[in-house]
């Protein structure tokens, strides 16, 4: 899915993170209380993500990736902890490239980033650890799917994932068909193949939408939906679509930008780099 120079001081934007934390628990070394279940620490951190992630900078990611890291440490027998942990490495890889423009069948990079590199390398690492440790959950192959799918750079290389992304997306929709995460991956395919390869930017805004519906704190799938929306030449639905991402997050600067060409009239709003 696309996608800041780490800064000494404490980001504004990890207060809110913080704030969770006291709504949560485990944050900054403090050990999770052995009689909270599972499935509520699990949820928690999985919030936590989200949030670190929303406030669109590194460091707030680079807070979580840390303290999940430690997780691990304590508990290196938790499937979960190494699975939220691979999707933070996930997550950083894409915040890298938050920045760089959308074009239907072009790859976000042409060559990996060294540090894009390493969060892949580590986020296959950690979902390994997750196999290994009896994790076979729908997300455990979303996750896969989009760690492959950064890795593509070129003809080749899409020869070489494309199966493999393909077969991890079909398996986190069979073991569950309502993953909102898994839907916007398989409707990404659609949206970025082009229309001879088998590409549907008609399909793909329908299931970005709903995506979008199951996801009501990510602005995500709504910034793709109003790129599928642009493609189908449908400009004013593209803007109310990018506009609705925008009061999802704010902080967006790729959405933000985008939403100020659309609203200008400008050619191939997606397709640059924002600065």
């Known amino acids: 899915m696309p996608r800041h120079t780490l800064r000494l ?163 986190a929709t069979q073991l569950d068909n309502t993953n909102p995460h898994a839907l916007v991956g398989s409707a990404c395919r659609k949206l970025f193949k082009p229309v001879w390869l088998g590409g549907d930017p008609a399909a793909a805004r329908v299931e970005l939408i709903a995506a979008a519906e199951a996801l009501p704190h990510d602005e995500r799938p709504l910034m793709f939906a109003s790129m599928a929306a642009w493609l189908e030449e449908e400009h004013e639905a593209a803007t109310q679509l990018m506009e609705r991402a925008s009061k999802r997050n704010p902080t967006n600067p790729y959405v933000a930008a985008v939403l100020k060409r659309l609203r200008a009239g400008e050619d191939e709003p997606f397709a640059r780099d924002v600065d």
């Open 9 to 171: 001081a404490v980001p504004l934007g990890l207060l809110a993170v913080l704030s969770l934390a006291y709504a949560y628990g485990p944050w900054f070394g403090e050990q999770i209380d052995a009689g909270t279940p599972r499935r509520i620490r699990d949820q928690a951190r999985s919030e936590a993500l989200a949030i670190a992630r929303k406030t669109c900078q590194l460091a707030d990611l680079d807070v979580f990736v840390d303290e999940q890291r430690a997780l691990t440490e304590r508990n290196p027998a938790s499937a979960d902890d190494w699975r939220v942990l691979a999707e933070a490495y996930l997550e950083r890889a894409l915040a890298r490239g938050s920045k760089k423009g959308m074009q239907v069948g072009q790859p976000v990079y042409s060559k990996l980033p060294e540090r894009v590199r390493q969060d892949l390398d580590l986020g296959e690492a950690a979902l390994r650890r997750a196999r290994e440790a009896g994790d076979a959950s729908s997300d455990s192959y979303r996750i896969e799917a989009a760690l492959k799918t950064m890795r593509i750079t070129g003809i080749a290389a899409a020869i070489r994932f494309d199966g493999a992304v393909r077969t991890a997306l079909d398996t």
